[in-house]
């Protein structure tokens, strides 16, 4: 090889592997050029085949070869120049290690000649990328020149890491300073309260703007319209949409994903039908929100609808495009469309990859998705933690216990990923479904992180499903220790009380529950019915076919009583009386979804409908006997997973 390499190759070919995520192949020229000192000679010289490394393997996730590299150049004492350092900061600051940013510190302080302005301000967006406001301030204070961009970006950091009240400080201060924001600089301050849902900041700079005459514009009102809908104010964020003028198929897009966030399925799609008779073409960015709220409320027809219209307008279907359609397939019970659509992807990137995991695990799917794993390492795709959340589920879901301890153990030693707190929670989901509630115990006792509440829930779940009240009490204290004021940890914690009759700790929960004034997330239920979506709380009785839907209800009290089904009414929180449970337990929202569905649906039709919450003991029982009565396929999603009730029978093996 030597003879024909020369120092243009190098180079380039370099390039070309952090572009095409071909890193093994960069790492082994790395070597390479590394043994060959007349490569580093040239390399000396060349800072941007230096930074070429960098940035390919932090692209890549390989913070630790980047940062060897970074190392590297300062042994070879590489000077890089002030831009290059900028961007190399800026690869860095993405990742938001505090290790690696405060190593990039040191390098640039050794390194550039003499630190300018420009890359200050990097180094303190950095800085407050990884939360280290105490170092972002303390560059910022060393500043000669304080201009607006180092006060917007100081600012924004503090937003960023939910310092609201010295972020008002700070822009107050600048005003003081006599530095006025202009309108971009307020554009990202917005952006950042939006992205950390501080509603009343961002309205706070809204009157600013207001107060100060400042000429909005299209792109800020499509920011406050961004700002209100993202946290949950539609109305508001609609009445600045519906006065804002010459829109453009941004602003139409924000506002229908506003309607997506709220899951308000009806809104979104009127929403989009205006859009389109105004004569606004939709983009990519239309087309995923409005999958993403047909994946929320499990609208299959309605997503195929607009599957259907992505093909026929030829909008382009880039990756996250096809991500948002593989997931849409996946949520709303197809995982056989989602997993044609995600075949014929030409090339897949680990997004989508990731949503196929995600979507196979939700089915229960264990074998096919570590199948498809095999395959994804056969490719050289690199799994991030992500991926092995999605796999770990699966197999949690599917029962592969022994499947998923490997892939536990390979996490870390084949592929260098430290678990993350949900991992740990997967493996006790794993062991706790499968009856090994010790060994998930042992997992817990001997994780090096502290177990947060999503941990300990997994495994009170298990203890309530496998009637292990011992290791129930010890979970549930943990729980109520660390978060006493989460209302869905009371409730589950509540409800193992109540199976055990322990209606004065039940009593004394509710006490600590009414002190914080916590109210119980509403069950909402979803059904979609001839292409709309139609959505039942529980008791509700808001329906104009209320009527029709009690007599359903009735007739299925009846059929369920007629085959034997006693309801479970320990899973009513309230210490009522029997009967006024019985009563409760028969309204709740997925009980009025169905039988809405059994009265519009035709005679062997499958009952589709989407649950905010887990199911609960009852319904579930009560939707065995009702699929096998009625004959009719019954599918629930529920927040986990989706339950295939047949014949009496539940895809789940009634753990969920
Ligand atoms: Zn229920
Ligand atoms: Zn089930």
Known sequence: MDSEVDDFIVPSVLKACSQVLMIHLGRELHGFALKKDWILMFMLKDVVSWSVMVGGYSRNGLLDEALGIVREMQFMEVRPSEAAMISLVNLFADYGDKQMDKAMHGFAVRNVEKMGVPLTTTLI???????????????????????????????????????????????????????????????????????????????WLHAYVLRNGYC?????????????????????????????????????????????????????????????????????????SLLSVCAEAGALDMGKWIHAYIDRQCVEVDLVLKTALVDMYAKCGDIDGAYRLFEEAADKDLCLWNAMFAGLGMHGCGKEALKLFVEMEKLGVRPNDITFIGLLHACSHAGLVAEGKILFERMFHRFNLVPKVEHYG??????????LLDEAHEVIKSMPIRPNSIVWSALLAACKVHRNSTLAEIAARKLLD???????????????????????????????????????????????????????????????????IDGMLEEMRKKLEESGYVPDTSVVLQNIDEE??????????????????????????????VKNLRVCNDCHTATKLLSKIYKRVIVVRDRKRFHHFRDGFCSCGDYW
């Open 580 to 609: 006024e449970k019985e009563f409760a337990l028969n309204y709740h929202s997925e009980k009025i979804a169905m039988a809405f569905g059994l009265i519009s649906t035709a005679p062997g039709h499958p009952i589709k409908v």
């Open 426 to 435: 997967c493996m006790v989901d794993l062991l706790g479904r499968a009856r």
């Open 216 to 288: 909005i514009s299209l792109a800020l009102t499509t920011a406050l319209v961004d700002l209100y809908g993202k946290c949950g104010d539609t109305v508001y964020a609609r009445k600045l949409f519906d006065r804002s003028k010459n829109k453009d198929v941004m602003i139409w897009s924000v506002m229908i994903s506003a309607y997506a966030q709220v899951h308000s399925i009806n809104q979104a799609i009127s929403l989009f039908t205006k859009m389109r008779d105004s004569g606004i073409r939709p983009n990519q960015v239309t087309m995923v």
């Open 125 to 203: 967006d950095m800085y407050t990328k990884c939360g280290d406001l105490a170092s972002a301030v303390k560059l910022f204070g060393g500043l000669s020149k304080k201009g607006l961009v180092s006060w917007t970006v100081l600012i924004a950091g503090h937003i960023r890491c939910k310092e609201l009240e010295k972020a008002i400080k700070l822009f107050r201060r600048m005003l003081e300073e006599g530095i006025h924001p202009n309108e971009i600089t307020i554009l990202s301050l917005i952006k950042e309260c939006t992205s950390v849902g501080a509603s009343e900041l961002g309205s």
């Open 482 to 548: 660390m978060e006493p004021q989460h209302c869905g940890y009371n409730t589950l914690v509540s409800n193992v009380f109540a199976a055990a009759n322990r209606w004065d700790d039940v009593a004394e929960l509710r006490k600590v529950m009414k002190k914080f004034g916590m109210k119980k997330e509403p069950g909402l239920s979803l059904i979609e019915v001839n292409g709309s979506v139609h959505e039942f709380a529980m008791g509700d009785r808001r329906h104009s076919q209320i009527a029709k």
